[in-house]
């Protein structure tokens, strides 16, 4: 999954939602340097990204997307995910979106002095370009696409995903709402061990 639901997963554990946010760049020895409960929500990241490539209706998604998008379906099926979960956001939260964003910002800006250099980076844009909020529309998710894009080393059709989105909305967020439930309790079991 991408930010959106990392993020929601960890929240509102400060630095748990800080560390599970910013879980994919971090390597090696730099982990020790980060404080302690960053360091369990890198821990969370990586739990949760293996759940994930373990659930059915999660392989099923990249199953649906791996012929036009190859090596990419599972980065894809990641960010869309966002967008089902921010499609789907009354059923998971009380709080709206936008606030739900605003109060997210608000930790990453608290945190920021323990944010190394490039998690800054990103959270200063994630905040100043309201990604959160824009992961439920077709702007956010073509605007993340293109950064896919940019960054793809393989030959690909990413170009061509947002077609791939709403050519199979419905069995793609079906697929998200068998799922995300699930991660959902495992997430917060792990959350209560770990604590």
């Not at 998008?69 to 966002?82: N, R």
Request: overall charge negative; glycine content about 4%.
């Amino acid at each position: 999954m991408n930010f959106l639901a990392h993020i929601f997963l960890s929240f509102p554990h400060e630095l748990l939602t800080v560390g599970n946010c910013f879980g994919d760049f971090v390597k090696g020895k730099n982990l020790a340097l980060l404080p302690e409960k960053i360091q369990k929500g890198i821990s969370l990241h990586r739990f949760i990204d293996q759940q994930t490539d373990q659930n059915i209706f999660f392989r099923q998604t990249v199953a649906r997307l791996r012929e036009r998008q190859g090596a990419y379906a599972s980065v894809l099926a990641d960010l869309f995910y966002d967008y089902f979960l921010s499609k789907n956001w009354h059923l998971f939260s009380e709080m709206p979106v936008d606030v739900f964003a605003k109060k997210v910002y608000e930790i990453f800006e608290k945190n920021h002095a323990n944010l190394p250099l490039d998690w800054q980076k990103i959270a200063i844009s994630m905040s100043n370009y309201n990604w959160l909020v824009h992961y439920g529309s077709r702007f956010g998710i073509e605007k993340s696409l293109e950064g896919i894009a940019k960054r793809a080393t393989f030959e690909n059709k990413i170009g061509a995903a947002w077609h791939d989105l709403e050519s199979n909305y419905e069995e793609l967020n079906a697929d998200f709402l068998q799922f995300f439930p699930t991660i959902r309790q495992e997430s917060y079991v792990w959350i209560e061990k770990n604590l």
